[in-house]
């Protein structure tokens, strides 16, 4: 059982400062912007690459990597500005409302943290399961 509690349970919400609420939507939306940055290199990395020896129009080059990297981050940050985004910049901000003190602490801290969780649950998918079947 979770200690969370669960978005409008009755726990009275907190009612941060204009600048405090500023803060909690800027940092909101950079939260949103890196998780549809990460969304979109999922699903780019999930387009079949040319093999070796096979002949294409045109090689990717390290430069054309870096750059449709810098395009997604520009992709995510202009969609995470957008009114209604993915909607997660909106749930993050009502989630904070419902949490009595949390909004006195660091909202960067808090992105670093979800984010180095965020990564750690990545890394566990990306690794191969052993089911046990077969020959592995």
């Not at 909690?24 to 890196?34: K, N, R, T």
């Not at 992105?111 to 191969?128: C, G, I, M």
Request: aromatic share 4%; net charge positive; hydrophobic share 35%.
């Amino acid at each position: 059982m979770s200690d969370v509690p669960a978005i409008g349970t009755g726990v009275p919400a907190v009612v941060p400062s204009a600048q405090e609420q500023k803060r909690l939507q800027g940092v909101a939306a950079d939260f949103e912007a890196i998780f549809i940055k990460q969304m979109l290199g999922s699903m780019r990395n999930t387009i079949p690459k040319a093999r070796e020896g096979e002949r294409t129009l045109v090689k990717e080059s390290e430069g054309e990597k870096i750059f449709r990297d810098l395009l997604d981050g520009e992709y995510a940050r202009v969609m995470s500005q957008r009114k209604n985004g993915l909607g997660l910049k909106e749930g993050l901000l009502k989630y904070l409302a419902h949490q009595p003190g949390q909004t006195k602490g660091n909202p960067q801290a808090e992105v670093a943290r979800l984010q180095s969780q965020s990564n750690a649950l990545n890394a566990l998918t990306q690794k191969p399961l052993k089911t046990g079947l077969g020959g592995d």
